[in-house]
Each structure stands twice: as C-alpha cells, then as structure tokens.
C-alpha cells in the first residue's frame, strides 16, 4: 500500500536478528513511528527511538510540504539528542500513513521464527581496523571488499559506522542464510546509514 512500507519491515527484521539500535524518523504524523518503535521495543527493551526530520515533521514527504527554514532545519539537526539518535546501528524513515501493524501481512509468530533461525547462524567475522589506511577488509566476497573500499573512499564514515555497517551487513548475510558478507548486503547496509538529505 505504502511504497516504503516493506522497507520499515525489513528493516526492523533485520534489527531484530543482531540486536541492533534502531532511530525510526517519522515523516509527518508520528503515530506510526511510535507503533513500530513499541512493537521492537517490546521484543528488543528500548533499542528503538522516534525522532522528526526537521521542526515541522514534513522534510523529504511527498505528502506534505515542509515549511521550516535551511537555518531552522539545521539548528533541529544540530541538536545533542538529535545527533545522538543517529549514531544507532539502523536509521529508517517512516513514512506517514503506514497503518502499522494492519497491512503487515504476515503474523508476527512468522517473523520471529525467521528471526530465531537467522540468529542461530554465524558469518564470518569482518575485521576492519578504522585506524589503519587504506582499510585491510578480510570480507571474502571481493564484490563486497571493493564496494566497502569504494565507500569508504566516498562517504564521511567513522570507523564506528564502518563496523556498525559490518554488523548490520552480517545480519543481513545471517536473513539470507550465507555464512559470509556479499556484496548485495553490504550495499543493503548502507541504506539505514543516517542521510539528512533524503530523510
Ligand atoms: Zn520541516
């Protein structure tokens, strides 16, 4: 119903299989956010958090019209708690008018038992040094360690989010039932990285 929709449900199966920190920022009308958020938290206590992408609520809707200013939306962003939500491991955006949990499709016992067996299973561990340049990756898909090289290159990453990103990818990997990060996850982890400007 909602284009994105799926997107906010994979994301939080992902958040769900590594125990991952979770911003949900809400478009518009909170309301859906704040259901999600509760439903994680009540499966993972307080690992999710609602924030606004700017004062009105409205920057990057294509239902409303944001009406705040350049200055007013980066003295919002600039703000401690704001910063501090987008250090979590996952930032999703969540559109308004989702209808959480009705058009979820699928029940949650489902979910959770394709969470559980992801879990149980291991990848291969990623060892990324931050401090050392260029990045020694020990990914074994070289798909994968050059688009984490090429990234690396590109975005203004800490080595904190680096190794979140691994973290995210290998749950990634764990959903797909593949016992090492690929390239298509990586990629995939790179999308809940934090991105004012498409929020
Ligand atoms: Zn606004």
């Not at 989702?98 to 979910?111: H, I, L, N, S, W």
């Not at 090429?150 to 990103?165: C, V």
């Not at 764990?174 to 996850?185: E, F, R, S, T």
Request: hydrophobic letters at 45%; proline letters at 7%; charged letters at 25%.
């Amino acid at each position: 119903m909602i284009p994105r929709q799926e997107h906010v449900k994979r994301a939080i199966e992902i958040a769900l299989v590594g125990s991952h920190t979770v911003t949900l920022i809400a478009q518009g009308d909170p309301g859906d956010a704040f259901a999600l958020a509760g439903w994680l938290n009540a499966y993972q206590p307080d690992t999710a958090r609602v924030v606004r992408p700017c004062p009105c609520g409205n920057r990057g809707s294509d239902r409303a019209v944001c009406s705040c200013s350049a200055d007013a939306r980066l003295a919002y962003q600039a703000q401690p708690e704001i910063v501090q939500a987008l250090l979590a491991d996952l930032i999703i955006t969540v559109p308004n008018m989702m209808a959480f949990p009705d058009t979820r499709g699928e029940p949650d016992e489902r979910v959770q038992e394709r969470v559980a067996a992801a879990r149980r299973r291991t990848v291969v561990e990623e060892r990324v040094d931050p401090d050392q340049r260029p990045f020694v990756s020990t990914l074994h898909d070289s798909a994968a360690t050059s688009l984490l090289k090429a990234a690396i290159r590109q975005l203004p990453m800490s080595g904190t989010r680096i190794r979140q990103m691994l973290a995210v990818a290998g749950s990634i990997a764990k959903l797909a039932d593949v016992p090492q990060i690929g390239a298509a996850h990586l990629a995939e982890a790179f999308v809940y990285r934090p991105r004012w400007d498409e929020a």
